[in-house]
């Protein structure tokens, strides 16, 4: 079963998945396009990113999270692509 992006993410490039385990590190090292929800906890992408810097934080925090809870959309569709 695919896992959903969090509520603040859907339909946007860079996402986090219900699968964050809220432990700090993307927002932390990304605190310019990724921020905890306040009740919950859990990242998100507050900011999609529109400068060559927050693209790469971006590409990097999918690496960083110990669980894999940040994809990047456009990278999965064109794996889908070339199956
Ligand atoms: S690095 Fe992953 S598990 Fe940790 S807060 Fe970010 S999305 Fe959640």
Known sequence: MEIPPVKENI??????LAT???CAACWKHAPSI???HEVD???????QPETQLDLILAMQVI????????ID?????EE????
């Open 11 to 16: 339909n946007k490039r860079f996402m986090v």
């Open 20 to 22: 964050c385990i809220s």
């Open 34 to 36: 990724l921020k905890s």
């Open 41 to 47: 906890a859990y990242a998100f992408f507050y900011k």
């Open 63 to 70: 690496h960083l999270c110990p669980v894999n809870a940040i």
């Open 73 to 77: 959309s456009m990278e999965k569709n």
């Open 80 to 83: 889908e692509n070339q199956v």
